[in-house]
């Protein structure tokens, strides 16, 4: 029973079935992406074990198709298992195990990074100084005590939970938190604008501006906006209705209302919006997550300028200035599209602009302990393909040279084809 | 005899590509060969007039010839010929023919520039949709070319639509994906019609009697203008006609300066190098600071004397002009135009594509009498072909400075390339005439694609400023297409197997093996090349913003053809599949290289999502659905095989390997 489990996780079959799925499974992962987004369509099929099928509104759903970690993995063994069994070290094999090593180097690899890497940015203007990025693509809620001099008490809870609804209570939070509405995306809709089910709220900016929800976004430089209206609650005793949202903290320059509603509304959108409890004051905001950083960067100059005469960028680049006390460094570094600053185990890329406001910089902040992994696996793989394909090469040669006679060469074609061995053996792998 | 076809055949079109070296022959005393070879900024990069109308005309018509219906005398022989054989239509009069002329883009760009009411009659639009061609009030279903003549009395119509059309897509990123076929007609007309608009008023305001007297009229202007105009400032008193004369000048060139097409103007000495302006801006600088461009003077005085039908005036006019480019070190740009417009005239990959074609049905016609000479006359056509291929591919690098694939149309330049390369060596190690045809007809069909790419606008645009880095573009992309162009390889000549298996009795065993192995040796070719140039892209994404691997679509597509050549290699080492098997699955392969070349692109979203092309959807279809054909045919049993079925009886290879075993 054991010996027929071996080898069916060390044959050939089993690579080549395996590898049909994963052609399938990166064919409909790309086509779904067209209408679940990338970020979307990578976790439900290339990042899960299995892809479900949900009837429209069922509570249930079953797997239909393995997904990418599951067809990864299985690959993986088949690999590690099939090599284990058959490994002999000899010259005809080394191109061959070269390839499959750094393959397995390459889906380790990939594993660690999926699990290790956290990706963020810094969107700033010149002059403006970060230190710390923001998740592109989770947000939070965060309710800040500001009322210590020297330093500020943040609680923040996740965007799932707000998803939710609900209360929410916090063992540092002398209130409660009540969901009183929650749009995954949402847009600004101005105070002129009304529909039932937007949200106002009572307290803060909410008062003077509403929302209302949008479908959600998919394609890969577009976000949902999330925008939740919260109740405070004390014993019972509702504090006030505030409006978080992500428009205000991550895009509170870009506001389609027109210039009125710009002065009108000023400042006050991207003033923090606070109240007082128990003599703490307290401010609420929906935002990106953040990771906080033993240093800092101030930026200096963005530039991004366009080929003459027309609305193609040319480049993209971002002077920042680095200070890192604890370290000693203070220095200036010019970031560039294909040329980014690689500090304390981060990599700062230039990724662009805000869309809505070309003078603000995106860097894109990576940490991902396994980056180094891909190149030790190309490395591996494209020796050993060169060493298969040069053997390969040199013995047809040779085969070539000795069965094609200078005669054969003149003679009517029908026939005249050598007949040659075939070039390559059957290999047991 | 024999023994001289190669040469004399390779001879023949080597004449034929040498011929266009030397620059056309004007018909008449007009140089309009060196106006075309002036240089302007337009895109964002230094072309020569030639280059703006050639690909002006390409995005229009299609075409970047204008045929020209002219009655015309026929004298001597070629009356007696159009008489006898009747191939031109007979003029009202009954006296003259009416043949067809033809207008070089140059020469279309000039009269467009300078004699609008020439340039109206010129048959250059395009309307395909038979509503389209219903709403012009033309016949349905008959292809029409219009001139704008022809359509003023829709004018009103078309720009209504079009309006109604991007009113309703505003605020729509997607909006221009989700058009119908009527509505992608009608807004590509609107386009052209507006770019022809343009380019009528890019070299002087559109029918400007006399361009060079209107600029001296208006120097003289300037200065009592701007007196009368800081006056009445001032509030004091001021000349009422000085005021007015300035003011409708300012009218026609504010106007001037949104609609002129290139930047034509070049920077004076201590401006920036790229800072080339179009007429219209340069004159209301002029207005300001009170001094008119020298090289607008130039200009103005080549766009009079054309208007004005005077050859010599014209001519030296040009030579001013060049003279002023040069002495105001302008010689690098005046070079770089040279250049492009000699590349422009000799017309390398439609040079190529023809040499091609003659290959390719010599090639054909080696396979019916097998006559050795015929195939070394196609292998040395192929040669002549490859040549001025890979001229025309390192001239366009050495004009944009930048290794040889940077859009698609390059990319399909260069699959076609390296495919005849691939298609050379195997004929020199097979014979046979399969790598032969395989090569001369993927030089051929790439080089129709790069064609029909090339509609869509300038083929040497600028790269945007996440692809500007030519280490990456060395090296990824040339290495990924080159794995494509050894796919399609591969693919040919699984279909060559399944054709001349299936249809005919000429697929010898021998033949069988032999493609069996050449398709093999191009998978394993096609494996190494793919996976390193996509494992390179990992990299230089990595490198670029931090992600080795984002799924993006055209990784994944890169990925699939990665994924199916290992499977086609494993399945063959674990002898899963024989002959057929292995020939259908490299058809297959056809499909997963096109769905990668180009199905991705037309998804219209991640990184690599340029040049969304629908209009080439339906032929990507219609190649996938013959590709499927084809997979069907290979893995029909043996028994309804032309060439296998008296397989076992014929030939004795068949005794120790069976040809019909599993696929």
Known sequence: ?429 | MKKWLPGILAAIFLAWILSAVRAPKSKDTFDRAEFGRLPVLLGGRIQPFDSVARNALLSMSGKSIVRVKEPQKLSGAKGVFASLTGIYDKAPDDKWWVTTNKLSPTEWLLEAMTRPDDADTRKIFRAQHPDLENLLGAEKGKLEYYSFNDLTNHLEEVEQQARRLAESEKGREDGAKTRTPFQKDLMHLYDSMILYHRIKNSLEPEGSPDFARELGVFQERIAPGLVALQASEAGEKFDETDLQMMASFFKRYQKLASYAYPLAVPPLSGERRDGWKNIGTVLMESMRANEIHPALKSLARVATAYAKNDAAEFNRGVAEYRGWLQSNTLSRELKKARQEFFFNQIEPFYKAMVIYVAALLLGCLYWINLNEWIRRSAFALILVAFSIHTIGLVFRMYLEGRPPVTNLYSSAIFIGWGAVILGMILERIFKGGIGLVAAAFIGFVTQIIAHHLSLSGDTMEMLQAVLDTNIWLATHVVVITTGYASMFIAGLLAIIYILRGFLTRTLSPETAKALTRMVYGIICFATLFSFVGTILGGIWADQSWGRFWGWDPKENGALLIVIWCAITLHARWGGLVKERGLMAMAVVGNVITSFSWFGVNMLGIGLHSYGFMDKAFPWLMAFIASQLILILLAITPARFWASFKNERVSSPLSKTKPLEAGV
């Open chain 1, 1 to 429: 029973m054991i010996n027929r489990v071996i080898s069916f996780f060390c044959s050939l079959r089993l690579t080549v079935a395996l590898l049909s799925l994963a052609l399938l499974l990166v064919f409909i992962g790309t086509l779904a992406q067209v209408k679940l987004g990338l970020y979307t369509a990578q976790s439900e099929y290339f990042r899960s074990l299995f892809i479900f099928w949900q009837p429209k509104g069922a509570s249930w759903k079953i797997p239909v198709f393995p997904g990418g970690w599951l067809l990864g993995g299985l690959l993986l063994i088949n690999l590690i298992a099939a090599h284990a069994k058959r490994f002999q070290l000899t010259k005809k094999k080394a191109g061959i195990f070269l390839i499959h090593g750094g393959l397995i180097l390459l889906l380790l690899g990939q594993f660690l990074t999926e699990l290790f890497q956290v990706e963020s940015n810094i969107r700033f203007a010149e002059g403006e100084t970060r230190n710390y990025s923001e998740d592109s693509r989770h947000n939070e809620l965060a309710v800040i005590d500001v009322s210590s001099p020297d330093h500020d008490e943040v609680v923040s809870i996740p965007e799932t939970l707000l998803a939710k609804g609900g209360e929410i209570h916090h063992p540092k939070l002398p209130f409660a938190i009540r969901v009183k509405n929650f749009f995954q995306n949402s847009e600004p809709a101005g105070p002129m604008i009304f529909a039932a089910n937007n949200i106002k709220a009572t307290e803060g900016i909410g008062k003077r501006l509403q929302f209302s929800p949008a479908p959600l976004v998919a394609t890969m430089d577009d976000e949902n906006k999330p925008t939740a209206l919260l109740e405070i609650v004390s014993d019972k005793r509702p504090i006030g209705d505030w409006t978080v949202s992500l428009w205000l903290t991550k895009f509170p320059w870009n506001f389609s209302l027109g210039r009125k509603m710009g002065t009108l509304l000023g400042s006050a959108l991207t003033e923090p919006q606070s109240f007082e409890f128990n003599g703490h004051t307290y401010q609420i905001a929906l935002r990106p997550i953040r990771y906080y950083k033993p240093y800092q960067v101030t930026l200096l100059e963005f530039r991004h300028d366009l080929y003459a005469g027309t609305l193609t960028p040319k480049n993209f680049s971002s002077k920042i200035h680095l200070s890192d006390r604890a370290h000693g460094e203070e220095r200036d570094v010019l970031i560039k599209m294909n040329d980014p600053l690689r500090y304390a185990g981060e990599t700062f890329f230039q990724a662009g602009f805000d869309k809505f406001n070309d003078k603000i910089t995106v860097l894109q902040v990576v940490k991902n302990p396994a980056a180094i992994t891909p190149y030790l696996a190309c490395t591996l793989v494209g020796a050993g393909l060169l060493t298969q394909f040069l053997m390969h090469l040199v013995s047809f040669g040779k085969k070539q040279k000795s069965k094609v006679s200078p005669a054969a060469k003149r003679s009517s074609p029908g026939k005249k084809i050598p007949v040659a061995a075939v070039a390559h053996e059957r290999r047991s792998l």
